[in-house]
């Protein structure tokens, strides 16, 4: 028997960036983003470049 899920995934395509945001309901479950090109972005290839990751709820 397979399983439903109800689970929704958006796509956006931004040049050579792709952004997958999967939602299930109300809630974000997970946000996915794919560079195709990293030569292309100004940060480089690094990524120190990135702003450092904070935990959810903080601002």
Do not use: C, W
Request: aromatic letters at 8%; charged letters at 20%; zero cysteines.
């Amino acid at each position: 028997m397979a399983r439903s899920y109800d689970v929704t995934i958006f796509k956006v395509h931004y040049g050579k960036i792709t952004l997958k945001i999967y939602s299930k309901g109300e809630r974000v479950i997970r946000i996915e983003v794919i560079v195709h090109n990293t030569k292309g972005l100004p940060l480089g290839q690094v990524a120190a470049g990135f702003p450092p990751n904070r935990p959810l709820g903080s601002t």
